[in-house]
């Protein structure tokens, strides 16, 4: 049937009011997020994309080194994704009938479960931050215990409960009361120890690399915590919302350190492909077991919409590509490579102090020069504002070589790289060439780059 015989016509809505787009956002949604965007440059209008790249009007290509936040794993609109996308709608299921059983979820929980063959069961939801609400009332009902343990600076979502093991107080400021729950430092065992001898704590909730300034676990932490909290009858919780699904070069970020099996695992942005929220916490037998007790608890946790079908085929999906394209082992392959070239640039450039992360996970930081001119610039952002100098990074990396990338966190000198897992040894080269370009203008001590960080330190004065 066509558009026009249905009433609604999707194509000729966009062409109408397409240009409209930043407007309706400052009119009726977050009218911060265009404001920032005009202040930074970033308010492009991209016309399409495909893979790791983006295209404006004018057929200009962009490199996408943020990829949605993680989300866009494969890429954006991989054929074999799509596909599975028309396919389920092509088959008009008896979906979300509420009192049946779809084989999709089932399957879907099989595929996934094969990477973690210590693991039971999947409960599907929508979204990172439900998946990580569902671990934290899981971890509470099947120890009895109330409390959760989790690590500064972590992030697990902004949902209240989420939101009460967040260990960035940006995050969390003006939403009190939040869940009891009990800040450790990443890699603190004593400190985990020192918690659990009270006796109330179900569970740690740690990402195995911090995605707010890509800090790893130090090695040995999550084994030892691991055996801490079952000495004391509590559980481990890995966040891999981010990490996980061949982010970090292998399928789970945890599986770098041997000896590692969570109790409860929470995933979701890259199983959906880029098209349909999915998330999934996926945990033991006898955790399953205790919360689904009876026939009476049969729904005493669901989500409306968790085990769709346009989710779970577009989850099937995904876990078919990685295994056909091997998107694990060019995740670490190229990330490697990535890693390698930036790294080496670190005794180049003052201003550059560090590289690190696991495979296409980057952090790079930057730190407080040694010459006298950079100094006193480097001094002048960090009294208006600490994070302005990545910012001043992002920016020209956007507007003169067209590389989309983001700042890690409020507040931090450090760049986040997290493209698709599909970008190859081009891509590599045309961030590196970038990147080297913009620590040359940074480095010169003059041009645009610095211009501009005088605008920024104006704006985040006149901010305060």
Partial sequence: MKDEQL????????????????????????HQLPRMLHTLGFDKVYERAEGAHFWDAEGNDY????AGFGVMGLGRHHPVVRKALHDVLDASLADLTRFDCQPLPGLLAEKLLAHSPHLDRVFFGNSGTEAVETALKFARY?????????????????????????????FRDGFAPLLPDTAIALGDLDALRRELRRGDVAGLVVEPIQGKGVHAAPPGFLREAQELLHRHKAVLIADEVQTGLGRTGDFYAYQHEEGVEPDLLCVAKALSGGYVPVGATLGKDWIFKRVYSSMDRVLVHSAS????????????????VMEQEETVANA?????????????????????HEVRG??????IEFGRPSSLKLRSRWTMLQAARKGLFAQMVVVPLLQKHRILTQVSGDHLEVIK???????????VDRFVTAFTAVMDDAHSGGGLMWD???TLVKQAVANR
Wanted: charged share 25%.
């Fill in 7 to 30: 009433g609604f016509d999707l194509t000729r809505l966009l062409a109408e009011r397409g240009a409209e787009r930043y407007e309706l956002h400052t009119r009726h949604l977050n």
């Fill in 63 to 66: 490199l996408d080194m943020l």
């Fill in 142 to 170: 099947a120890t009895g215990k109330p409390r959760i343990l989790y690590c500064d600076h972590a992030f697990h979502g902004l949902t209240t409960g989420s939101l009460s093991v967040n260990g960035e107080k940006g």
């Fill in 305 to 320: 919409f968790g085990s769709n079908a346009q989710a779970m085929a577009a989850g099937l999906a995904v876990l078919a």
């Fill in 332 to 352: 670490r392959r190229t990330g490697d490579l990535l890693r390698e070239r930036l790294a080496a640039l670190v005794g180049r450039y003052e201003l550059l």
């Fill in 358 to 363: 696991r495979g296409l996970m980057i952090g």
């Fill in 417 to 427: 790289l997290i493209p698709p897992l599909v970008i190859g040894e081009p891509d």
């Fill in 452 to 454: 501009f960080g005088r």
